[in-house]
């Protein structure tokens, strides 16, 4: 009450102060303003900003993306052309074969980050001597820039003098120069997918770190006046509990793994051939290679309302899941 | 308030000044952007005069060969200011004519006496004109380059590998006049121990994101008798790109990278090239003539240690055309200063120059000089290139032309998708479909 009381008093006299700072004729014309549009006097500015640097580029690319425009090519007239790119794109092998590429990396990458990730923060969680330091080990990929991750790996996966190779050698016995992981067809994706969950099974450890230590003692305490073995107590208490940061670690990871770009581009380039191609490097070679601006856009839009479907799908599931 | 006034006219003054120092120092300067390479280098060596003459200060941009043609592009196409001269790949030359990236310069050079006949007619054709083959000039053939081979010439000489090479293919080991004498070469080396090092056969160009496989794998191509189009102009391609010359040059490059390359050359070009040639990783190395002089300078793998060769002929003695040609930016600030390094750089002594610091000159004064052949290991050899060169598409959709190649032949090479006929009829599909939209085939 008395806290209340007081920042009554402190917000009362900042108004005051301000009031008397304002000059009268501002004042006055403030004055004769409603509510309504003192509102949007001030959330005018952010939304003409977001106008200009989100709302108009998605509606100038919509546009783009029933035309022929080229962006290197300035001067060539612009014909539309209709719903065509839409229909090349989607009747296209070749995006098909990226799409399937995309998929194929966010479901390994998320399920391998998913699985190690949640595993780590289980272990972490039971506060074991020097967890802390484990903790800031394991977190250390995701500090990275993605550049410098890509570089690295590729040191790392050089068939003649890389690490990587060796290691494998020296388990396995085979000549550490006798398989390339970038430039092989079979291993090339499995080489981003290890670098991705590499990289990001710390993110994802750190969410399901969050959740597992948002389960209250007293619901364990009261499984085990109930002589629950830890198995059960895991699968009735822990993972149900835990499971909307899991789904929600999931949806963060597949967003950003639907559009990755930088890594891939980085590690493969999308080779060999087409291997590793996925989606965004297709969108970049389209737009940036070939300059097929219009096509690129309608490629765009389609990614953009894949991305946006599924993840608006699954944001429901997960708030099913919250509700239970 | 007067005090405000003088601040406010004080602060007026000093912008009048900056500004005007600016226009002042643009005036007097040039920027001139290309790749940056070896003969960039010489060139701005070779500018230091044109600076004491002219009184006018060079500065260079000069961008890494992956990034030089996003980088450019975009930087004309965005109406930047940045390059007053230019010295751009040949392929660039159709957008830049018809976007109006180049000035035309067919009234500056008969104004003031260039004659484009004083050219190698190849360089003429491939660097300066567009439409194709018309006299409209938008650049001076600034620097003839063509892919060639280098090899070390002190492996070769080893009287040890000469005699095993002799009594298994029945021929000395020396410098392949074709195809197949160079994948035995690179067959003979592959996996070889020399001088305590396991060394491999042939680096050669399997790049995939920029030009590299195209520009490599047409090097065979050529040679095994490919062409683009049944009759130069009429874009029927069924028959010329898919023909069974091409296919079997196809095949041929795709051997040889099996063969005899090293380990992990997937995705490699000129710079990959020139480190495992230096580091001794290979026998044989494709790359430019642009780099001979630099590897011929080198304290490792130079000299006596190096030798270079014409790419070999099959069917027919080819090679795949390298070179820029150096143009005016429309949207330069300073046209005349630029219309004047381009006269002064077509003056033959400057030419002579040019060649004597490492660049290539196309200046038939230069090049039909009698002591031409034997002023460099490597100047015969670019002679007999540059009599065979061939050039890719020069179209305004060039990009697309570039990458749909670049992506079957990666296909087919390196990810061994496919058969080679198959990657040249997609190849066909592709390049169609790019020219219906261009309106050069009818739908």
């Given at each position: 009450m ?13 108004a005051?102060?301000?009031a ?16 309504k ?5 001030f959330?005018?500015?952010t939304i ?6 989100n ?5 100038w690319?919509?546009?783009?993306s ?10 060539r ?8 790119w839409?229909?090349?794109i ?20 998320i399920?391998?980050q998913?699985l190690?990730?949640?595993g ?6 039971r506060?074991?001597r020097?967890?802390a330091?484990?903790t800031?080990i394991?977190?250390?990929?995701m500090?990275?820039?993605p ?9 790392l996966?050089?068939?003649q003098?890389g690490?990587?190779?060796?290691i494998?050698?020296f388990?396995t016995g085979?000549?550490?120069s006798?398989?390339e992981m970038?430039?092989?067809v ?6 981003i ?12 450890m750190?969410?399901?770190l969050a959740?597992l230590?948002?389960i ?5 305490e009261?499984a ?5 073995s830890?198995?059960?107590q895991f699968?009735?208490?822990t ?11 999931v ?5 950003e ?9 980085l ?8 291997t590793?191609?996925?989606?965004s490097?297709?969108l ?7 300059w097929?601006?219009g096509y690129?856009?309608?490629?765009a ?13 699954y944001?429901?599931a ?7 | 308030m ?10 007026g003054?000093?912008?009048f ?7 002042k ?15 960039a ?5 070779l500018?230091k005069d ?6 006018i200060t060079?500065?260079f941009?000069?961008?890494p ?13 965005s ?6 001269l230019l ?12 976007n109006g990236?180049y000035?035309k310069?067919n009234?500056f ?9 004083d050219f ?7 660097y300066?004109?567009?439409?194709k083959g018309?006299?409209n000039y938008?650049a001076?053939p ?9 090899y070390?010439?002190d492996w ?13 293919y ?8 074709t195809w197949?004498?160079?994948k ?9 121990e ?10 050669i ?13 047409t090097?065979a191509?050529?040679?095994?008798g490919?062409k ?7 874009y029927?391609?069924?028959g010329?790109v898919n023909?069974p ?9 795709k051997?040889l990278?099996k ?7 997937t ?19 494709m790359?430019?003539?642009?780099f ?11 000299g006596e240690?190096?030798?270079f060769?014409?790419?070999p ?5 080819a ?12 949207n330069?600030d ?10 002064w750089f ?10 004597s ?10 090049l ?5 052949k034997?002023?460099q290991?490597?100047?015969a050899q670019?002679l007999d ?29 390196v ?9 040249l ?10 020219f ?8």
């Amino acid at each position: 009450m008395s806290m209340a009381t007081t920042e009554d008093g402190t917000a009362g006299r900042i108004a005051d102060q301000a009031a008397r700072g304002t000059t009268p004729a501002i004042a006055r014309r403030i004055r004769g303003l409603s509510d309504k549009a003192i509102a949007w006097l001030f959330i005018a500015p952010t939304i003409l900003l977001l106008l200009a640097i989100n709302i108009f580029p998605l509606i100038w690319t919509i546009y783009l993306s029933f035309t022929n425009y080229q962006a290197n090519r300035p001067n060539r007239p612009i014909t539309h052309v209709g719903t065509k790119w839409y229909q090349d794109i989607l009747s296209s092998p070749d995006v098909w074969a990226a799409m399937q590429a995309t998929a194929h990396f966010v479901f390994w990458t998320i399920l391998l980050q998913t699985l190690i990730g949640f595993g780590l923060a289980y272990l972490i969680d039971r506060k074991f001597r020097g967890h802390a330091f484990w903790t800031t080990i394991i977190l250390i990929p995701m500090m990275l820039s993605p550049a410098v991750v890509g570089n690295f790996w590729k040191f790392l996966y050089q068939p003649q003098m890389g690490l990587f190779n060796y290691i494998v050698s020296f388990f396995t016995g085979i000549e550490p120069s006798s398989f390339e992981m970038l430039g092989s067809v079979s291993l090339s994706p499995w080489s981003i997918i290890i670098v991705d969950t590499w990289m990001w099974t710390p993110y994802v450890m750190l969410i399901c770190l969050a959740g597992l230590r948002s389960i209250p003692d007293y619901i364990y305490e009261a499984a085990e006046v109930d002589r629950a073995s830890p198995l059960r107590q895991f699968w009735s208490i822990t993972l149900p509990m835990a499971l909307p940061f899991i789904m929600l670690a999931v949806l963060f990871r597949g967003i950003e793994n639907f559009k990755m770009f930088d890594m891939v581009n980085l590690l493969t380039g999308g080779g060999p051939g087409s291997t590793t191609e996925v989606a965004s490097i297709t969108l970049k070679r389209e737009a940036f290679e070939k300059w097929r601006t219009g096509y690129s856009s309608a490629f765009a839009i389609i990614l953009f309302v894949a991305v946006f479907g599924l993840a608006n799908i699954y944001v429901k599931a997960l708030n099913r899941v919250k509700q239970r | 308030m007067k005090t405000m006034l003088k601040t406010a006219a004080a602060f007026g003054l000093a912008a009048f000044i900056a500004v005007a120092g600016q226009s002042k120092a643009e005036a007097s300067e040039l920027t001139l952007c290309w790749a940056a390479w070896d003969p960039a280098n010489a060139l701005v060596e070779l500018s230091k005069d044109f600076e004491k003459q002219s009184g006018i200060t060079m500065k260079f941009e000069f961008v890494p060969w992956p990034n030089f043609a996003d980088r450019m592009l975009n930087e004309m196409n965005s109406g930047g200011k940045l390059c007053d001269l230019l010295i751009g790949d040949s392929q660039w030359i159709g957008g830049a004519a018809e976007n109006g990236n180049y000035v035309k310069l067919n009234d500056f050079f008969d104004k003031e006496g260039i004659k484009m006949s004083d050219f190698a007619p190849a360089t003429v054709y491939a660097y300066s004109t567009w439409p194709k083959g018309t006299p409209n000039y938008w650049a001076l053939p600034a620097m003839g380059d063509a892919n060639g081979w280098f090899y070390r010439k002190d492996w070769f000489a080893k009287s040890e590998l000469q005699a095993e090479f002799k009594s298994k293919y029945n021929r000395d080991l020396g410098v392949p006049k074709t195809w197949d004498e160079l994948k035995q070469v690179a067959e003979f080396f592959q996996g070889r121990e020399i001088d305590g090092k396991k060394v491999y056969g042939a680096a050669i160009f399997t790049e995939r994101a920029s030009e590299g496989i195209t520009m490599g794998a047409t090097s065979a191509l050529y040679s095994f008798g490919f062409k683009y189009e049944t009759e130069p102009g009429s874009y029927r391609m069924e028959g010329a790109v898919n023909s069974p010359d091409a296919v079997k040059g196809l095949e041929f490059y795709k051997s040889l990278y099996k063969c005899c390359t090293p380990p992990g050359y997937t995705d490699s070009y000129m710079g990959e090239g020139l480190d495992a040639f230096k580091s001794g990783q290979v026998a044989m190395m494709m790359n430019w003539f642009a780099f001979m002089p630099g590897m011929y300078k080198d304290e490792k793998v130079g000299g006596e240690h190096v030798g270079f060769f014409v790419n070999p002929a099959q069917k027919v003695a080819a090679s795949t055309l390298g070179g820029q040609g150096i143009s005016v930016v429309a949207n330069t600030d300073n046209m005349d200063g630029a219309l004047a390094y381009i006269k002064w750089f077509a003056q033959t002594d400057v030419q002579k120059k040019w060649w004597s610091l490492g660049g290539y000159s196309c200046l038939n004064a230069v090049l039909n000089d009698p002591s031409f052949k034997d002023s460099q290991p490597f100047a015969a050899q670019f002679l007999d290139a540059m009599a065979g060169v061939q050039d890719f598409w020069q179209e305004p959709a060039y990009a697309s032309l570039l990458q749909a190649m670049q992506k079957r032949l990666h296909d087919y090479v390196v990810a061994d998708q496919g058969t080679a006929q198959e990657a040249l009829d997609k190849l066909i599909v592709d390049w169609t479909e790019v020219f219906k939209e261009e309106g050069k085939i009818n739908n």
